[in-house]
Structures are given as C-alpha cells and as structure tokens.
C-alpha cells in the first residue's frame, strides 16, 4: 500500500499536469479563433471569393481609406457581393476596391434587398462607406440620395418608367429596380 504522502504527490502531479492541458486548451482556442479574425480581413483581390459578400468600413474616421471584411450576405448592415476581379474598369453600376501592390480591382455589387430602401452616393467623391441600408423617410444628405428597391431579378428584368435600373452581369445577371424617394 502506498505511503500518504505518497498518494498526495502523485495526485498533485495529475492536477499540475490537468491544469497546463486545460491552459494549452485554452491558448490554442485562443490563437484559433484570433486567425478566424484576421482572414476575414481583405487585403488584396483574391482574398475574396466571387460571389462571396464583404462589408466595408472606413478607418480612423477618413472615408477615402477603407477596410474591407468578409461577410454573411445576411450579415447586419451594408453588404457587397464580390462580383468580379479586374485589371482595369469595373461594369457600369459596379463600385470597387483597390488594393496596394496590384493594379487589379475587386469589383462589388450592392445587396440590395427588395423592399428596403439604401441612401446611396452620388456625387464621383463618393465612397463605398457612403452606402448604407437607411429607413425609407431618412434623410439621404447633401451628395446621397434614397432608394427603395422596388423589384429584383436576372438581366432580363425591365424596371417601370420613372425607376432606375441599375444593372450588373457578374457573379450573375442581376437588376435592381430603384425609385428615388429623396433627391441630392
């Protein structure tokens, strides 16, 4: 039979050994979930997949620097649909991010929701933080303007006289019929 002082050491020894476990548990927890954070950042175009939505916000209060997040296209907020990676221009309605150490620009198309309504830039000074999902009465600012999305659907949709058809071929045809309820 095991002397006491015996028995204690050892189960001192297994609680020692349980408790670095559970604090190596817990660093390794740790570190996973701080890389969880850090590859949602985009950094440079391909960091997103196409189709995939980002969020955008600005940094240290300047709306011409920006950071851009991957996100749920549910997500809470404005969101943008990665619609395509380009050396030169994006389409017509598409906004887009550049990125340092590369000419090529990562396309974004609003996620618009029928039904809501999004102040929306106006003025070429625009930036992308500028877009946001707003109620249908607020007041859009001086270089915004409010719209409510009235119908969504592929390329072949036709928007009523007197809406804006904003229009986008990537990642899919798809059309946005807009109607002004506010002017800039």
């Known amino acids: 039979m095991a002397e006491p002082s015996e028995v204690r050491t050892r189960n001192r020894a ?3 050994l349980v408790a670095i ?11 996973c979930s701080s890389v969880e954070r850090v590859t949602n950042n985009v950094s440079k175009p391909t960091d997103v997949a196409i189709g995939q939505c980002v969020q955008i916000r600005s ?8 950071e851009a997040t991957k996100s ?3 997500a809470e907020g404005m969101t943008f649909i990665a619609s395509q990676v380009v050396p030169g ?8 991010l550049t990125f340092p150490d590369t000419s090529d620009r ?5 996620n618009l929701a029928q039904g809501e309504c999004y102040a929306i830039p106006q003025s070429a000074g625009g930036s992308l933080v500028d877009f946001k999902e707003v109620d249908c ?24 006289e007197g809406q804006v058809k904003a229009a986008y071929d990537k990642p899919e045809p798809r059309v946005f019929c807009l109607a002004s309820l506010s002017g800039g």
């Open 89 to 96: 221009e994006c389409g017509e309605f598409e906004n887009y």
């Open 14 to 16: 297994r609680r020692v």
């Open 137 to 160: 009465n607020a007041d859009a600012g001086p270089d915004s303007v409010v719209y409510r999305v009235e119908t969504t659907g592929d390329g072949s949709l036709e928007c009523a």
């Open 59 to 66: 940094t240290d209060g300047d709306d011409s620097n920006v």
């Open 21 to 31: 476990a559970a604090c190596v548990a817990l660093v390794a927890l740790g570190a």
């Open 72 to 74: 749920g296209c549910d």
């Open 106 to 110: 990562l396309c974004l198309m609003p």
